[in-house]
């Protein structure tokens, strides 16, 4: 599916551009008053039914963006509440503190049922600063995921429809799985929980850190390699976004060390074209019953 | 110094029992109204004259478990917004979602200025569920940290004073660091992002869910080890209670992966006397200048 959409992409002699894009135009936030900005959920970035968490994340980051006077979320922390449905919605945001180099704000998504009540979605806590004003000292030790080239990778046009239903995001992502991680689709998870690809958005449109909120939860769940199908819903994502990202592709790690009493982390992290650490994760998911 | 008040704990016959001990009383919260809570923030628990970002969580976390329906924190984001100083604060929580095996909660701990101005502190989501009610299940493939036998580690009592000033928070815990990561204390830092050692609490009181939100956060910070003097303050830190931790010492492991432009992350696990990974936090401090 997004095999047709990627050879569009391709086709392309322009690249969707970033405040220009499908993930862009699916973000915007509309401020009905100070503070409180109106959204609809695309239908585009559902897994079957559901509202992908990463997409829903970007959307509160950008309010947040425009409420506070920092622009770039430095660590984003959400706690999901309820599954959200495509449709309106409403943000609201809430500043609590303006430092100099930081200001943290809360935001809450809440959706209305057909009587009118109201159900909120997500809570967020976030700390925004300015990613461009970071001293430029690297001290890295963690090195970048050992992927195949991305050629070598595998994407949804490459196998057996790897998830069943209808998945509309699937079209606007450009997902190349390390065909280590890939076992799951044909039946032979690898027994670790690991998950490794590359990841684009479809149409070109290049990162920034409002899209690696999108990008840390994008990728099949290591539950899948962990010979566990089902729904594994995120409890909680807390993201830091460490260094604006350059243009390119990205690569997408996530690891499980521990999953036990029904739940498991996973640890994300994103590295640019450059060869920067640009985010890490982790995430509190429920476990699909065995 | 806590080498006395280890001495003392190991002479007396009976240990601190969980619900009667310096921890419980320092972490008591009065219920004002609903939802409000009275605290001391004791002098006890300080670095100098900083509050241990732990023992502020360990509260709140109190807090919460009173207005919760469910009394066990499974993940806790917390952001710290301005420092704390013994004495006074009151903690407002809100409840945001209950269900039936999760529900979520909000946290301000708020203390007062001289002239009655209000300053927020830290504000914590956090979601609380039942330790005891998970499935039995383990599948985890992370391995308990390899850290010398107890005896083998060292306290503040076994070489130079590991911190400068007044340290009261040291005399209150058992904290025997792997030899391997206490080169900061002889001023030859291995370079490498670890540290690692056992955890108790001095008057003996085994650990509980919410003294493991105190445990994640107070081994020295990693930056020690990376060569870095100074401050390290936390900007947030989010901990995953995995099980109820056996009685006994524990074993904590932290690393950073990357320190980068100013601002690193530390990765702390915590595993009991029974070999089970009972905690999994991430916090983002700031870095010292170097």
Redesign the interface.
Known sequence: MYGTAMAQAQAQPTRAAVGDSEFDRDTAVTRREPGVYDAELSAGWTIISAVNGGYLLALLGRALGEALPHSDP??V?A?Y??ASRPGPAVIRTEV??TGRT?S?G?ASLVQFEDDGTEV?RI?????YGD?DG?????????APPAIPPIEQCLGPGDGPAPIPGSSAITDRLDIRLDPATVGWAVGAPSG??EMRGWFGLADGRDPDPLSLLLTVDALPPTSFE?GLTGWTPT??L?T?V??RPAPGPLRVSIT????????L?EDAEVWDSAD??VA?S?Q?ARAPR?
């Open positions: 430095f660590t922390s706690h509440l309820t609590v503190r930081l943290t809360q909120e809570r967020v806590l976030a700390t990613l970071l001293t430029p000292e690297v001290r890295t030790s963690a670790r929980g962990l409890v909680e807390t830091h460490r260094c499980t060390r521990n999953l036990a009493g029904g739940f982390e920067r650490l890490q982790r509190l065995p």
